[in-house]
């Protein structure tokens, strides 16, 4: 609990520090608060350039993070969210302390410079690396040491964006992929600890300032539907984007990894030229878009350009998150479907603002497949409750969309370009990389789903598992029934309570022999029992059984005639 406070603060005054050097070089590069508000002006201390210094701005900013990056974190290029995640799920939860001190200045100069990248991905990455430092420190276990790295990210999101709940379910939604007391309590209190100093420095504000919207029509909630779904597809297509022109950079650079940023500022600088709005994290266009200052197709055009601009930032070598562009995208997305669901259905379209917030959530969720975290950060961003009916609407069919046009999101397809599946076994791992065919152990004899609970608990008390696979009268696979199921039911037996095994039957999660061995573990530890049954791919019968025991035994069994080590 005292180190999660710690790294709660440090993540907080972390959050303080990278602030105030995002607006610091935001004035000294554009001369301005935030370009963003001001598109097109001059910079007031180079007026003879006019909006010409946006072509210098970027390479300039290039010139300066490029090679810190190249020297000193390589890991702090991009944006920094996947990174996080791979080193809690495989990494120990180790990360360079040097990562929070280079991530903080290359994704400030990014930004400052005209990079069209959110804050997010950096402040969880330092908050990240300050945890797993602390961790580190103290000689703490594994597990501990990612519940700090979850800490840090969960302080960092709550300083910045004055959302503390959101960067708990951030954390363990994301971070951990896992929901505990344990991880709960300690991400509370660091977020809590950070979001004090957070709203100490910045106010006790919402992040973002929008008007009040209301759902006037039931007629809206479909349209709010169709805009989840349209959401959900953007959100894919701007990961689509995102590393497409990634790889588009990669091809077409040929020089020094440090002159990449400054080379590529260029093109980024032209972008910038054309949509002066796409100047850094954009957040005065979308409160506009909100407002319904846009006509549909300039929002088209800021939708595209925001695309464009975010992918050039990073494929060039930036440092930024895709949050924030996430959000920007939603917005204009939601901004040109309202304004067209108004012109045809004046009536009942509602507010255009409505839909532009509804859909800054459902694109993110869609990107993101993080939900919960959706729905949260958007409530807490804009202290706007009364849209949150159509908002988790619209988030959960984005969700859904997402996930049946793909199987990565945003973050974990960086990933698995690089050849890592957090799913999969970590490189250099003795358990993982095999088969469940190879490590399975033979089926137990199954019961009918007919068979008396008193004669399924003798059943069982005899067998080495704690379940048992269920068959009807014709033999077909029903599921399995668990010693705890049979024990509850006989210690009740209440009036109608179960009397036969058909009627404990519970479905396990299905494990196919030729499913790879570290993606069906995560299915073994959830499971009720000891093990699970093994089902054949394409028939769906069991035809074999995994447990905790016969995994260590196969690890442990001789390969390719070599003797068998004999254990103490």
């Not at 907080?12 to 990278?18: A, D, E, R, T």
């Not at 959706?374 to 949150?388: P, R």
Request: aromatic residues 6%.
């Amino acid at each position: 609990m005292g180190l999660a406070v710690l790294v709660g603060a440090g993540a907080g005054l972390g959050s303080i520090v990278f602030r105030w050097c995002i607006q610091t070089f935001t004035r000294l590069f554009s001369g301005h608060a935030d370009y963003a508000a001001a598109p097109g002006s001059g910079h007031p201390h180079l007026p003879w350039l006019g909006a010409f210094f946006v072509l210098a701005a970027p390479v300039v900013g290039g010139l300066l993070y490029g090679p810190l990056v190249n020297r000193f974190a390589k890991e702090a290029r991009g944006h920094g969210v996947p990174e996080v995640m791979l080193a809690v799920a495989q990494r120990g939860g180790r990360i360079s302390p040097k990562v929070a001190v280079v991530k903080t200045l290359a994704s400030a100069l990014t930004i400052g410079s005209g990079g069209s990248v959110g804050r997010e991905g950096p402040i969880v990455q330092v908050g990240a690396a300050l945890g797993s430092t602390l961790g580190r420190l103290t000689r703490l276990t594994e597990d501990r040491m990612k519940l700090l790295v979850a800490c840090g990210a969960a302080g960092g999101i709550a300083a910045t964006f004055n959302a503390p709940l959101a960067g708990v379910i951030f954390a363990m939604e994301l971070i951990l992929a896992a929901f505990s007391i344990e991880a709960f309590g300690a991400t509370v209190l660091a977020s809590v600890t950070a979001g004090i100093i957070g709203r100490a420095a910045f106010g006790d504000v919402a992040f973002l300032h929008l008007p009040a919207f209301h759902v006037q029509h039931l007629a809206q909630y479909g349209l709010f539907a169709a805009l989840g779904v349209l959401a959900g597809a953007v959100g894919v297509a701007f990961s689509r984007v995102l590393y497409a022109i990634e790889d588009a950079c990669d091809w077409a650079w040929r020089g020094p990894e440090w002159l990449r940023p400054a080379a590529g500022g260029l093109a980024l600088g032209l972008v910038l030229l054309a949509l002066p709005e796409m100047y850094g994290v954009g957040y005065p266009v979308l409160e506009g878009a909100t407002e319904g200052k846009y006509a549909i197709g300039f929002l088209l055009v800021l939708l595209v350009g925001k695309m464009i601009a975010t992918s050039l930032t990073i494929g060039i070598g930036g440092s930024g998150g895709v949050f924030a562009p996430s959000l920007f995208i939603g917005a204009m997305l939601g901004a040109a479907f309202g304004a067209g669901a108004h012109h045809v259905l004046p009536v009942t379209a509602g507010a255009v603002g409505a839909y532009a917030l509804v859909g800054m959530g459902a694109v993110f969720a869609g990107a993101s497949r993080a939900p919960i975290t959706a729905v949260v950060i958007l409530f807490e961003l804009t202290g706007e409750y009364s849209i949150i009916l159509p908002l988790m609407l619209a988030i959960v069919l984005s969700t859904a969309t997402s996930r049946a046009l793909t199987r990565d999101t945003i973050y974990t397809l960086k990933l698995r370009r690089r050849g890592i599946d957090l799913e999969g076994p970590a490189p250099g791992a003795a358990i993982g990389a095999e088969t469940v065919a190879r490590v399975m152990e033979p089926l137990p004899a199954p019961v009918g789903g007919a068979v008396e609970l008193a004669d399924a608990a003798v059943l069982l008390s005899r067998s080495e598992h704690g379940a048992l696979p269920v068959h009807d009268p014709a033999r077909a696979y029903l599921g399995i029934v668990t010693a705890r199921a049979v024990t509850e039911a006989l210690a009740e037996q209440p009036d109608g309570a179960p009397s036969v095994t058909g009627d404990l039957v519970e479905t396990p999660p299905r494990v196919t022999a030729d499913q790879q061995l570290a993606n069906a573990l995560h299915s073994l530890l959830s499971a009720s029992g000891t093990g699970l049954p093994v089902l054949d791919a394409g028939t769906g019968e069991p035809v074999g059984w995994l447990s905790h025991q016969g995994v260590l035994r196969a690890l442990h069994a001789p390969r390719n005639g070599e003797t068998a080590e004999r254990l103490p």
